[in-house]
């Protein structure tokens, strides 16, 4: 394994070592902070561990006798317990999270990267990274195809769908990845704290306002955060290795502001 494979044995999520090249180069520029994103250590071998699990935990809740009868217990107890405040919360984030809004919000911050900041490097990452969520949450609901708790066994259903796309949930599943985005780019700044911090509780609270609202079983939240971890650390990896070759041959990328020298330079 090359070093770029495992950079600091004391982090499970680390960046990268800085290659030799020219001195011209621009790694410490922020405005490409995310030419090296930070990378877990056996970064394959990790997302194939997680993505297993995710699948596993899918296929059981799928197929083992009374496991999602047993969960919907949960919807159950939690729909007879509804609360105007909480309602409220969790319907605003069922309309936030959802990719109506969240699609246009990524590529918001994306062209603010863009435009504004003249970061091309740190916009395509984010927009990528933060897209990820949903691409592996789709991924797993086609594979797993499990269907959503039946709203009709409900006393008060807030949000009714149907369908076999339960597993994973895709708004924890871009709640996730948009805490990963979100701290990539704070990352070395005063704000990675608050971002290392707010990040996983904002992705907590997404998840239980999806089992609040009746939509998802509670194992379709855990295997959110399997699922999109499991993305991010394998882009990570790929985009450490291949992502800068490919953008500084892309000479409009240099109009809108630095792109950095490839890392194999």
Known sequence: MSDRDAPDPGDFMHSSPAESGPKTDTRSDPRTRLRVLPQARLWVLW?????????????????????SANEFSVDQELSRHHEVLLTG?????????????????????????????????????????ASLGWVASEIFKLIIARQRPNQALL??????????????????????????????IARNTRWSRT???????????????????GVHYPTDVVASFLASSAAVILFAGLWNRYALVLLTRIPLLARFGPVGSSPNR
């Open 47 to 67: 997302a194939l561990v997680l993505a297993g699990a995710d699948l596993a935990l899918g296929l059981s809740a799928k197929w083992t006798p009374g496991f």
């Open 89 to 129: 919360i969790a319907m605003t984030i069922n309309y936030l999270f959802a990719p109506l809004v969240g699609v246009p919000i990524i590529i918001l911050v994306a062209l603010y990267l863009l435009v504004v900041r003249r970061s091309p490097v740190n916009a395509i990452a984010f927009g990528a990274v």
């Open 155 to 184: 006393l008060d259903p807030l949000a009714p769908e149907t369908g076999s796309n339960s597993f994973p949930s895709g708004h924890v599943a871009f709640a996730v990845a948009l805490a990963f985005a979100v701290f990539f």
């Open 195 to 213: 971002a290392a911090i707010a990040g996983p509780i904002v992705a907590l609270v997404v998840a239980w306002s999806r089992v609040y609202v």
